[in-house]
């Protein structure tokens, strides 16, 4: 499950929907009048699981919309799979950024981000089809609804004292693939919304597809024997439960767990097994956040159809460190000793018996197996040195031995899609300030993971201390001939190849165009130059971080 900066909250919002995917779970201009609407915002959110749109997500005229792209309005990212496989569904990701203004500029409403996906696959018509549609319904059904909260920001913004250079509201749907191979395609989706107040709220929840019929699965369609299976799945949860949590839980947590299979629970499918998501406030209080309990598939795989018990064949599937994974060359597992008193922790890959140390760091945070077309097999996980510092790792799994093939400084599996054959990774970037950006990998026949792209795509939000006012005039590159930005302008960094090159678009005029810089000596090797001059003459300040 997808790691969160922000505040996870009351399920007690959330619970009771009925949603269709899944088992309840957990440039200034203006907007329009608050819609008035009676339902929480949360529960906005999660009716468009249900509701079928009546208009496409286009945004409404009245927003302004900031979908990063050096070419295009729409912040795209997509991870396909090119190893054309029957039996690996080809994902594709994409992250858009829109935002709101006051009528006058001054207020920044609100802010929204949207992950949505798309499947390809010569052998996946059917799930092709399905997801695709799915996702355009839940994707045009979450912007209607950020269209209301929007509309409410700007009935309520005099009422509370706000910052001009931040926005009140905030609403986001992140999703992630857990597992996806020739039998299931198995989603998480977090919902994200603040409204003011102390904290905003959240809640997860999953769809499971057949990847043959493109049909949602429920849990009984992956189950040979219900009963049994729901009878050592919940004292399996219950225990575990007991065991991480006792001192949180709310009492009468085991009437909870019992409950929840009057109804389709919250449930996806992995590497380990079957995870089921109890959301804030539904056996805990908040601070607990989203509680999350798999069921191995050694414990409960007697009682499930076999092509849902583990990974099948080519795919990708998600794990959690210190968890041992079978697959036909041995037993994997991604290892970190926690050294609390030292802070930071030694992380190794394991297979059998053997263990490859990758270093020590102070925090650990996804893992997949991945299992290719050609028969090769991947471990890849990224782990964090200290505060978002992070390191990307694919080693590869071979016969008795796993062997390191690529280690991406600054580059995590926090947003983005892992499949078989092609991912799309976050780097963080130090180009004239500090971005996120995405990029397509593929892995090549080296073993190492390799940019599909040469220009690494930066995430574009609303924040004023991205756009980069010039002190100094700048020479640039437009139209592919040489020109100069005057002092005054403003800009906005849309993308950089990492090795030269920075792209903008000029905030004022729209017009779009390159930097080109160069590192420093010894000296002074992190900081660029732009003919010769440091960029700090050259603007008013620089988003660097720290």
């Known amino acids: 499950?997808?790691?969160?900066?922000?505040?996870?909250?009351?399920?007690?919002?959330?619970?009771?929907?009925?949603?269709?995917?899944?088992?309840?779970?957990?440039?200034?201009?203006?907007?329009?009048?608050?819609?008035?609407?009676?339902?929480?915002?949360?529960?906005?959110?999660?009716?468009?699981?249900?509701?079928?749109?009546?208009?496409?997500?286009?945004?409404?005229?009245e927003a302004v919309e900031t979908e990063g792209s050096m070419a295009d309005d729409s912040e795209t990212s997509s991870s396909d799979d090119t190893t054309a496989a029957v039996t690996a569904p080809q994902i594709t990701s994409e992250t858009t950024y829109r935002n709101w203004y006051s009528e006058d500029g001054e207020q920044w409403l609100m802010?929204?981000?949207?992950?949505?996906?798309?499947?390809?696959?010569?052998?996946?018509?059917?799930?092709?089809?399905?997801?695709?549609?799915?996702?355009?319904?839940?994707?045009?059904?979450?912007?209607?609804?950020?269209?209301?909260?929007?509309?409410?920001?700007?009935?309520?913004?005099?009422?509370?004292?706000?910052?001009?250079?931040?926005?009140?509201?905030?609403?986001?749907?992140?999703i992630e693939v857990t597992r996806a191979d020739k039998s299931v395609l198995s989603l998480t989706i977090l919902y994200y919304s603040y409204v003011g107040g102390i904290h905003g709220d959240s809640g997860y929840t999953t769809v499971n597809f057949s990847t043959e019929s493109g049909e949602i699965l429920t849990?009984?369609?992956?189950?040979?024997?219900?009963?049994?299976?729901?009878?050592?799945?919940?004292?399996?949860i219950v225990e575990k439960l007991s065991e991480e949590h006792a001192d949180e839980l709310f009492e009468g947590y085991e009437e909870t767990?019992?409950?929840?299979?009057?109804?389709?629970?919250?449930?996806?499918?992995?590497?380990?097994?079957?995870?089921?998501?109890?959301?804030?406030?539904?056996?805990?209080?908040?601070?607990?956040?989203?509680?999350?309990?798999?069921?191995?598939?050694?414990?409960?795989s007697g009682y499930?159809?076999?092509?849902?018990?583990?990974?099948?064949?080519?795919?990708?599937?998600?794990?959690?460190e210190n968890t041992e994974i079978k697959t036909e060359l041995g037993t994997v597992s991604v290892k970190m000793e926690v050294d609390e008193d030292y802070g930071m922790s030694p992380v190794s890959v394991c297979l059998d018996e053997e263990s490859v140390s990758a270093g020590e760091f102070g925090s650990f945070g996804e893992a997949y197996l991945l299992q290719l077309a050609d028969g090769r097999s991947f471990?890849?996980?990224?782990?964090?040195?200290?505060?978002?510092?992070?390191?990307?790792?694919?080693?590869?799994?071979?016969?008795?031995?796993?062997?390191?093939?690529?280690?991406?400084?600054?580059?995590?599996?926090?947003?983005?899609?892992?499949?078989?054959?092609?991912?799309?990774?976050?780097?963080?970037?130090?180009?004239?300030?500090n971005y996120d950006s995405l990029m397509e990998y593929e892995i090549g026949e080296d073993g190492a993971l390799e940019q599909a792209e040469e220009v690494f795509e930066i995430l574009q939000d609303g924040y004023a201390w991205h756009i980069l006012t010039l002190v100094k005039d700048l020479p640039v590159t437009i139209n592919g001939e040489s020109a100069v930005l005057p002092e005054g302008s403003r800009i906005r960094i849309t993308g950089t190849d990492n090795a030269g090159t920075a792209y903008f678009t000029e905030e004022d005029t729209g017009e779009n165009g390159s930097i080109s810089y160069e590192y420093g000596d010894e000296e002074n090797v992190w900081e660029l130059y732009i003919d010769g001059v440091s960029e700090y003459d050259y603007f008013e300040f620089l988003p660097y971080a720290g």
């Open 1 to 61: 499950m997808k790691k969160r900066s922000k505040l996870v909250v009351s399920f007690a919002l959330i619970a009771g929907l009925t949603l269709t995917a899944c088992g309840t779970s957990s440039t200034p201009e203006d907007t329009t009048e608050a819609a008035g609407a009676e339902t929480t915002e949360m529960e906005t959110l999660f009716a468009g699981e249900s509701s079928t749109p009546t208009q496409t997500e286009e945004s409404s005229e």
């Open 111 to 174: 802010q929204a981000e949207c992950d949505s996906i798309q499947v390809q696959g010569e052998d996946c018509d059917r799930l092709c089809e399905a997801v695709n549609l799915w996702n355009e319904e839940q994707t045009a059904s979450f912007w209607e609804s950020c269209e209301e909260l929007a509309e409410e920001a700007a009935a309520s913004i005099g009422e509370v004292e706000t910052d001009p250079d931040s926005y009140y509201y905030d609403s986001s749907r992140e």
């Open 219 to 236: 849990l009984n369609d992956i189950l040979e024997d219900a009963d049994g299976f729901q009878e050592a799945a919940q004292t399996y």
């Open 257 to 300: 767990v019992a409950a929840m299979w009057e109804a389709e629970p919250i449930w996806y499918l992995d590497a380990e097994g079957i995870t089921f998501v109890f959301n804030p406030y539904e056996i805990g209080p908040y601070a607990m956040g989203t509680v999350c309990v798999t069921c191995p598939y050694d414990e409960v």
């Open 304 to 320: 499930m159809k076999e092509e849902y018990a583990g990974l099948q064949g080519t795919g990708a599937a998600k794990f959690s």
């Open 379 to 433: 471990v890849l996980f990224d782990a964090d040195y200290m505060s978002d510092d992070y390191v990307t790792f694919l080693y590869e799994i071979t016969d008795g031995t796993v062997i390191l093939r690529s280690s991406l400084e600054s580059v995590s599996l926090e947003r983005g899609t892992v499949s078989a054959g092609g991912m799309t990774l976050v780097m963080r970037l130090g180009v004239l300030g």
